[in-house]
């Protein structure tokens, strides 16, 4: 786990060390690769974040979801910006596929799937899938 000291935010299943951001895998079986991508550094609002950071935050998501997107094999990663679930700015990666979902060109909160986590073992394929995809890509957490 990765917790920010101000706010308490966490990133679980930690898969890679970005720039300016850690990612972590989201256990959603509806969405399997769904991560959360969060600032090292604490900002309540990314008005609030220096605009090299806020700049940085997005090539950040954009190299996440470039991996997201090959080690799934999905078509496209939505990502939703948040700020609203806790104090600390992040972004939810979605990884989408049009033969999986059933609403592929609505919101991930539109899914009329039941929200549910991965099983134990397809969790912890899947973090070791991101974090050698992450690792391969030089933004993996040895030596972090």
Do not use: W
Request: aromatic content about 4%; proline content about 7%.
């Amino acid at each position: 786990m990765d917790i920010c000291r101000e706010c308490r935010f966490i990133v679980v299943n930690p898969v890679g060390r970005l720039t300016v951001s850690r990612v972590g895998l989201l256990s959603d079986a509806r969405f399997p690769g769904r991560s959360i991508l969060s600032l090292r550094d604490h900002y309540d609002d990314i008005a609030d974040a220096p605009a090299e950071i806020a700049e940085l935050f997005l090539v950040d998501i954009q190299f996440a979801s470039r991996i997201i997107r090959r080690a799934t094999g999905a078509d496209r990663v939505d990502v939703v910006l948040s700020g609203a679930a806790g104090p600390h700015v992040h972004a939810h990666l979605v990884p989408r596929r049009r033969d999986r979902d059933p609403r592929p060109d609505h919101g991930p909160d539109e899914d009329p799937r039941a929200c549910r986590p991965l099983e134990a073992l397809r969790e912890a394929m899947a973090v070791g899938l991101l974090a050698a995809a992450f690792d391969v890509a030089g933004a993996g957490l040895a030596g972090t």
